[in-house]
């Protein structure tokens, strides 16, 4: 493996749902790259097309949406022309998946042991008792006190923070080049949260392994991503280094996220929030998608606003970022 | 579990005991065997005799007393109208309702299951709309109906299998048997699957639905994103799932199979234990209609019983005995 080929470089992604009510464009010309070992933030209100942009790489997307354009590189090769077969041995495999709600993930009529088992034997022939002494210590790996026991145990007999941690274990296995986290600490308490990313931080840099987190909590990729990306209404609205987006945000979404941390608000004063709501997939503003919540939003943003590149390489989707360079 | 196991037979004890006064009263309430089996050309005092004779001159309560120091010791009485004991007749006819009943379900399990799976993986093909359609007609044609039709197909027609009776047996440990011979399960297949029609329908509708909706689950994303083949998603983690409410229903679906057998046994002169019943009702045969109705009680509990412990194994979620 080269250094120079990114893990995963998704090049004007779009991935559309064809329902009867029409075509909604769920993620529409998405475009970043994650580099090996390398985590990236992608951030987003609910709707936003942050988990079906995840759920696309892995050629997961529900019916009726399919991927309709762009590229998935990954490590050089376009998983959109992947054929079923194809992405059946890369999945779980070079790249695996961690979902939001731990409660749901596994299977609760299967014990762990066999949850793991399968997990291994899809991708190698190994005897079962190899796949149970790696299964043995993906659980130690994750923080798992007495794996051999609790590997004869049903999901319902572990905590959710137990369980994500099972998840993690199981997403390890086969050692991938990509983890997709789609909002794994969401549903837990912000302890287990910390104790969870501190982990996974620890093991993405033991391995190399790329990761990418998909969250609504900025104080989660603050602490966790090296880039992040920031998606409004299925578009990338900003994209750069994690310290240079959350210090001086450039795009009015990312600023009204930011200032939407309560941590932020004085005591006593009333909290800051984006005002009105993100809007309907099927019936999206013309122009800035932003528009209608933005309180600088202007004539020019009847216009759709194209990606300008700013010096320190950060890409923003906004007419006011625009006109700045175009300026200088 | 053991537990489990006593407080469950505690409480089989009361509902038998509760049962039995019913049954009891209900009968007695339905008229008086004596205008039946006592020909009305006897004389009064072989009328009187008889009326001694089955104990039907003392006082209900009395009746009752009796009848149930009897049935402590195992003895539920004589039929009024065989004068052999109850029990003795109604377990007689037992087997052959009871393989009627466990053909029926089994072929209800090994079509239903599969083709109701098939119409929840494809809800929208053309297969998955047939399955559903035929299961409609399962539900909506009467059993009646349905065993006339398939008896003037496939015996009167075609000639293929017979319409009546249990053909050649052959004993199983004691107990005559007709699945293990050829003319017995060519006699048994039409009555099975006539009786099995109802409930095939039932289980796929139960798999269909269920298949659909844990098909949605996250659990199956997460095999899928684990690269766990279709075989093994479909075969493992959704047929476990949706085995959970087939296995409940089939076990409640059993006993009244076995109960009510009566429309099937009739229509094809199946001699079981739901021609019995229709007939002791009939003759007011008091003793044998009791002992049916408590042997079918008892029936329901260990159905019940094996059912939950089934859940058990099935659900590892479901612990027995649990905190009340």
Known sequence: ?328 | MLAFTIRRLSQSVVVLFVMSIIVFAGVYAIGNPVDILINPEADIAEQEETIRRLGLDKPIWTQYGLFLANALQGDLGNSFVHNLPALDIIFQRLPATLELAFLAVGLAVVFGVPLGMLAGLKPDSVVGRVIMTGSILGFSLPTFWVGLMLIMLFSVNMGWLPASGRGETVDLFGIPVSFLTLDGLSHLFLPAFNLALFKMSLVIRLARSGTREVLLQDYIKFARAKGVSDARIIGVHVLKNIMIPVVTVLGLELGSVIAFAVVTETVFAWPGIGKLLIDSISHLDRPVVVAYLLLTVTMFIVINFVVDILYSILDPRVRLGGAN
């Open chain 1, 1 to 328: 493996m080269t250094q120079t080929v990114p893990t995963l470089q998704v090049e004007n992604l779009q991935t559309q749902f064809f329902t009867k009510a029409g075509a909604v464009t769920a993620v529409n010309d998405v475009s970043f790259t994650v580099n090996r070992g390398e985590v990236l933030g992608l951030v987003g209100e609910s709707g936003s097309g942050k988990s079906v942009t995840g759920f696309s790489i892995l050629g997961l997307v529900d019916q009726p949406g399919r991927v309709t354009g762009g590229k998935i590189l990954f490590k050089g090769e376009d998983l959109t022309q992947y054929t079923e077969k194809q992405y059946k041995q890369l999945r779980g495999s070079r790249i695996s998946m961690v979902f939001q709600d731990p409660m749901m993930t596994l299977n609760p009529v299967l014990r762990i042991d066999t949850q793991m088992v399968e997990a291994i034997r899809a991708h190698e022939n190994v005897s079962k008792a190899e796949a149970l002494q790696r299964a043995r210590d993906a659980l130690g790996q994750v923080g798992i006190p007495s794996p051999e026991e609790r590997l004869k145990s049903y999901p319902h007999q572990f905590s959710g923070g137990m369980r994500q941690r099972v998840a993690f274990a199981i997403a390890l296995l086969n050692k991938p080049d990509l983890i997709i986290a789609d909002e794994p600490t969401t549903a837990l308490d912000v302890t287990i949260q910390a104790q969870i990313l501190y982990e996974t931080q620890k093991l993405c840099r033991e391995t190399g392994t790329s990761l990418v987190w998909i969250t609504h909590d900025l104080t989660v990729v603050a602490g966790l991503a090296d880039t992040v990306c920031v998606m409004y209404a299925g578009k990338v609205v900003e994209s750069g280094k994690v310290d240079d987006v959350l210090d001086n945000p450039k795009h009015p979404y990312t600023e009204g996220l930011i200032g939407s941390v309560p941590s932020r608000n004085k005591r006593g004063q009333p909290l800051t929030q984006i005002p009105g709501m993100t809007p309907s997939l099927f019936n999206l503003p013309k122009g800035c998608s932003f528009r209608e919540r933005c309180q600088y939003a202007s004539d020019a943003c009847q216009q759709a606003p194209s990606i300008s590149k700013c010096e320190d390489g950060r890409l923003v989707r906004c007419h006011r970022v625009e006109e700045a360079l175009s300026h200088v």
